[in-house]
């Protein structure tokens, strides 16, 4: 015979379910931070690996449409270190040159690696990189193939262009011509802040002259306009050229400097301060201008406003050697 539960078995029944329900809730709603959180990571891991998938076609220098990554990591460079890192990526490896000679970036140079001479890097060293792209220049031309065949190459004109066209470049190369632009922004402003430092310092109607003294062949002397190692003295801080080296300059084709004789100083280096590079290939030639009543007939030397500068650094054409010429020029003329 069955029996029916009374009315206190009932409620006993009624609470041991009511507290099964609400604990069965409770775990549900405690369970889905945790599922709502690795959809979102998976979702940022997601959109993480679509960037680094993501490819654009580029045009370079030598009119090649070549397929590279959108934004690259493993980067190699045969000439284009310094311009790298100042739009804030490190490339994996880059010429040895680029490794020995920039003054500038000396302090950066950790974690990348050496790939050989410029114009014939090691491929075996570049393959064994992995890199995702390779930055070249007009004279790897004779390589391309073969390093097309290790990642995606693409040449940045060299020859014709200045610092910041180099820099403007790579940085679209890579993916960060925003933080180019703001690199080139914050330069702007520091050349502003040197040239109201310098102001106490220089009088606005004095002039000066970039002397080259030896280079690339003996007994050579230069001075220069408003490129290569005189770009900071007039563009950046907007000194005065003397009237002879400018109309010389105007006439262009002065890439390397304008080569002058030494009979010629008087002429094209009589400005009142000169900022002078000097160059151990040719000692007896250095001696030789020393030496000179010439030289030493000049405004700038008799004055004593004559300022030997760190060939290695001065003679770099890129932007963070600029930056630091910068620096080295308000030390030097406000001692």
């Not at 490819?55 to 310094?82: C, F, M, N, S, W």
């Not at 960060?176 to 430092?197: G, H, L, V, Y």
């Not at 280079?215 to 190692?229: D, H």
């Amino acid at each position: 015979m069955l029996r029916h539960p009374n009315k206190l078995q009932l409620s006993c029944i009624i609470l041991v379910l009511t507290l099964l329900l609400s604990a069965c809730g409770q775990g549900k709603q405690t369970s889905s931070p945790s599922t709502e959180g690795n959809s979102a990571l998976q979702t940022e891991t997601s959109t993480d690996t679509a960037l680094e998938s993501a490819t654009r076609v580029y045009k370079d220098a030598l009119g090649r449409e070549v397929t590279i990554p959108a934004h690259p990591q493993r980067v190699l460079t045969t000439q284009y270190l310094p311009e790298m890192l100042a739009a804030g990526l490190k490339p994996a490896g880059a010429a040895s040159h680029l490794l020995n000679n920039y003054v500038s970036i000396q302090d950066q140079l950790e974690g990348i690696e050496d790939i050989g001479v410029s114009n014939k890097l090691n491929l075996e060293k570049a393959l064994e990189l992995q890199p995702d792209l390779i930055i070249a220049a007009e004279w790897n031309e004779d390589q391309l193939e073969q390093l097309s065949k290790i990642a995606p190459t693409v040449v940045v004109q060299w020859e014709g262009a200045d610092a910041f066209q180099h820099f403007k470049s790579v940085a679209d190369v890579i993916g960060r011509s925003e933080q180019a632009q703001e690199w080139i922004q914050a330069f702007n402003q520091k050349s502003e802040e040197a040239r109201t430092k310098l102001s106490s310092f220089v009088s606005p109607d004095e002039t000066f002259g970039v002397v080259v003294i030896g280079g690339f062949e003996k007994g050579q002397l230069r001075v220069y306009g408003n490129a290569n190692v005189g770009y900071t003295l007039y563009d950046a801080l907007k000194f005065n050229m003397t009237d002879t080296v400018k109309e010389e300059w105007a006439k262009g084709n002065h890439e390397l400097g304008i080569n002058i004789s030494l009979e010629k100083l008087p002429e094209y280096a009589s400005a009142d301060r000169l900022f002078v590079v000097r160059f151990d290939n040719d000692p007896d030639f250095l001696k030789e201008v020393d030496d000179s009543q010439l030289w030493h007939s000049l405004p700038a030397v008799k004055n004593n406003k004559v300022y030997v500068v760190d060939e290695s650094l001065w003679f770099s054409y890129d932007v963070m050697s600029l930056s630091a010429q910068l620096d080295d020029a308000v030390q030097l003329l406000t001692k």
